[in-house]
């Protein structure tokens, strides 16, 4: 009973030690061009290590994963809307999909 109160008190202290440090440790103003273009990238590293793992586990086929994944990468490649990427990279998935289970 008490272990999930103690869960929860780790995990919001660790939530609020990850949020405050940055303000802490850093009060001026970033002058490293390096440490600013390294700052610039996180999230987008952070979004892509999520994500990418998630897309080739979340089908029943890795290789109907794989070819949404490629179909999205050209449709954000050429700069296509976020809604045209996604529904480019589903029909895709849908169409190698059902094309498998007639093979498989």
Not at 33 to 54: D, E, I, N, Q
Not at 67 to 92: D, M, N, R, T
Request: glycine content about 2%; some cysteine; proline content about 4%.
């Amino acid at each position: 009973m008490y272990d999930l109160y103690i869960y929860v008190l780790v995990m919001a202290g660790v939530t609020y030690l990850v949020r405050m440090l940055p303000l802490v440790l850093f009060r001026k103003p970033i002058k490293s061009r390096f440490l600013k273009s390294f700052l610039y990238y996180v999230p987008y590293a952070c979004l892509a290590a999520m994500t990418v793992p998630a897309i080739f586990f979340s089908t029943d086929y890795t290789l109907s994963a794989a070819a949404g994944f490629i179909v999205a990468l050209i449709l954000a490649y050429k700069e296509q809307s976020l809604i045209k990427v996604a529904l480019g990279a589903c029909a895709a998935v849908f169409i190698v999909e059902r094309i498998l289970t007639l093979f498989l």
